[in-house]
C-alpha cells in the first residue's frame, strides 16, 4: 500500500525583493494546495529582512489549522558565500538566496522528504498527489526545463555533465527525497560545488551535476512556463518517447503550478500568459485579509 504523507514539508527562499510575492504565492498553496494535509513551511531568509518584516506571512498562516511556518536566516549561520558565473545577471546577495534551497536537507532534519517551491509561482490545485510522488531510489524529481528544448544546450548537458536527454530539470519546483540526498552524500556534495565552482544557472546546474541519473521527471503540469507552447510539448514527447504521459497538451489549458521565470513577472509587465491567475490570487488575498481586518 502506498504510504500517505500527512504533512508536507514546503521550502521558500526569498530577499525583500520577493517577500510580497512570496506572500501570494503562499496564499495560494494554502487556499489551492493544501489538501486534506498539513503543511510545515519553511522559510530560508535573507539577512535584508527581520522577524518584524515577515510577520505579515506568520499571520496569515495563523490563519490555516494545521499549518505551521518557521523562518531560518542562513547567513548568520556561516560566513562561507557561494560563487556564480560571471554571465549570471543575479547580484551577489541575490546570488547567495538562490542557494538557500541546498541547505532544506539539513533543515528539514529527520524528514525524509520536502518540496521546494519558488516565489514566482503560483498554486492552483493541491499538490497532494505530487508529494506522494514515488521516488524508487531517486534524489530530487522535477519538470524538464526549456534548456532541453534546444539541441545544442541537450549536447552540452550530455558531453560535458553526463545529462541524459530531457532529464535537466526546472529548480523551480524540486520535490527533494531528503533521505537519499542525505545516505548518498549528495546534500553535502551539492553544497561544496556551489561554495567552489561557478555556474551560469547556480542551484539549478548543481542539482542537475550532482544528482544527474538520480533525477526523477515530474508530469509538466507541475511546472508551467508563461513561454511554453503545444509545439515544445511535441518536441519533448519526441525526445521522450517513453515518457511522453509527462507532457500532454492538457498540461497547458489546466496547469496545477504555473512559474514566472526570466522577466514573465506579472507584477512588472502586461499580457504575461497565465496573469490572470496570479491577479486572481493577489486579489483573493487582499479580499480575505481585508475582511478579516474589518472584523
Not at 78 to 101: H, K
Not at 114 to 137: F, H, K, N, P, Q
Request: aromatic share 12%; with cysteine; charged share 30%.
Amino acid at each position: 500500500m502506498k504510504k500517505t504523507n500527512t504533512t508536507m514539508n514546503i521550502g521558500y527562499s526569498l530577499n525583500r525583493y520577493y517577500l510580497p510575492y512570496t506572500l501570494i504565492s503562499m496564499y495560494s498553496l494554502l487556499t489551492a494546495g493544501k489538501g486534506d494535509r498539513n503543511l510545515r513551511i519553511l522559510l530560508s531568509v535573507d539577512r535584508d529582512l527581520n522577524r518584524d518584516d515577515l510577520s505579515p506571512l506568520f499571520r496569515m498562516v495563523s490563519c490555516f489549522p494545521g499549518c505551521t511556518l518557521e523562518a531560518i536566516w542562513p547567513l548568520s549561520k556561516s560566513s562561507r558565500r557561494f560563487v556564480s558565473d560571471e554571465t549570471c545577471a543575479l547580484s551577489p546577495d541575490a546570488v547567495q538566496v538562490a542557494y538557500f534551497r541546498l541547505f532544506l536537507p539539513e533543515f528539514f532534519d529527520g524528514e525524509a522528504r520536502c518540496l521546494y517551491l519558488d516565489s514566482d509561482l503560483v498554486i492552483t490545485r493541491s499538490l497532494a498527489e505530487l508529494y506522494d510522488t514515488a521516488m524508487d531510489g531517486m534524489c530530487i524529481a522535477g519538470v524538464t526545463d526549456r534548456l532541453c528544448l534546444e539541441e545544442p544546450q541537450l549536447r552540452r548537458l550530455k558531453d560535458d555533465w553526463g545529462i541524459e536527454a530531457g532529464y535537466y530539470i526546472n529548480a523551480g519546483v524540486v520535490l527533494m527525497n531528503l533521505e537519499e540526498m542525505r545516505a548518498s552524500g549528495g546534500d553535502r556534495e551539492a553544497l561544496e560545488l556551489a561554495y567552489h565552482k561557478p555556474f551560469r544557472y547556480l542551484d539549478q546546474d548543481v542539482l542537475n551535476q550532482v544528482f544527474r541519473g538520480k533525477a526523477r521527471l515530474l508530469p509538466k503540469t507541475y511546472n508551467v512556463f508563461p513561454d511554453d507552447r503545444k509545439e515544445d510539448l511535441v518536441f519533448l514527447r519526441r525526445l521522450l518517447p517513453d515518457r511522453e504521459d509527462l507532457f500532454p497538451d492538457q498540461a497547458l489549458i489546466d496547469p496545477a503550478i504555473i512559474q514566472f521565470i526570466g522577466r514573465n513577472k506579472p507584477w512588472v509587465s502586461r499580457g504575461v500568459p497565465y496573469e490572470e491567475f496570479w491577479h486572481n490570487t493577489v486579489k483573493a488575498y487582499e479580499k480575505s485579509f481585508k475582511a478579516q481586518e474589518a472584523k
